[in-house]
């Protein structure tokens, strides 16, 4: 789709990925962003620079993906959107019934609001949580669902209906399945972060970072500005009913993060092993790495933050902004 002079409508827009999405479209010319998100998870802090920019308005009525008549009324003369609100994967597995009424009946709710309001084309965040754990690396778009948990089932299910959507009513729509991201504007300190917060938080604070298992796991990291750079190409894209890998394609395990983020901060503490519990023996995916092929043949996507870059821009964001978490 050609997004000049278009309407956006960005669903989760306050949020990690969704602030930066907001700021990657500001820099195409773009008639009109409008934010909507319920900041369950999102602050008004990661948007307050963008809604200066005449352009960008946050939508006033509230923004909850349960809401049906305030969605359909926030979506109303919009050509496209972007839905990025989700209950994040430990969050679905403390509040199952949550996840389903947020991740699944909310994906559902968006779907038919697009439709309702002939949306030109809709980009829906995924996650490569729908693999599990890997059969074969690099992970293609062809890998099996081999998913165990409460998060990537309700990923899949957006999936479905997504692809349900399309062929019922011509929505056309792209699915993008996220790597492991990393950056500024993701939860720094709540229970439910990521792995690279909690090192960076040990580390501030003088202590050991702490590695489950041997540190031999090993992931695709992703930065959020790469991330975002990828939605917008998505939107821009012909590509339809397709999903894709948003990944660097580049394998580090967990023992190598630990390594540079110490290197990065200076920092001479050494590293704690603690084994797995039998719970997350069981369940912690052990090797998850994309292919990215597919995204940058159709998109034109290729991810431009080396991870020892993007730890950089984090790191420095993080000194920058101590007093806000």
Known sequence: MNISGKKILIIGGAGFIGSHVVEALLKTDVERIVIYDNFARGKLEYIEEHLKD?????????GDVREI????DAMNGMDGVFHLAAMWLLHCKDYPRTAFDVNIQGTFNVLEACVKNNIERLVYSSSASVYGDAVEV??????????????GASKIAGEAMCRATFDRYGLDYVGLRYMNVYGAHQDQTAAYTGVVPIMLNKIDANESPVINGDGTQAYDFISVQDVARC?????????????????????????????LILDLKQSELTVTYKPYSAEDARRMVQNRIGCPKKANSDLGFEYKDSLKEGL???????ENNKDKF
């Open 231 to 259: 939605n917008v190409l998505a939107m821009q894209s012909d590509a339809t009913d397709e999903f894709y890998n948003v990944g660097s394609g580049v394998q580090t395990s967990i023992k190598e993060l630990c390594d």
């Open 138 to 151: 690099p992970m293609t778009e062809e890998h099996p669902f081999n998913n165990k948990n409460f998060y």
């Open 312 to 318: 950089v821009s984090l790191i420095t964001w993080r």
């Open 69 to 72: 008549d305030i969605l359909n």
């Open 54 to 62: 005449e352009r960008c308005s946050f939508y006033p009525n509230g």
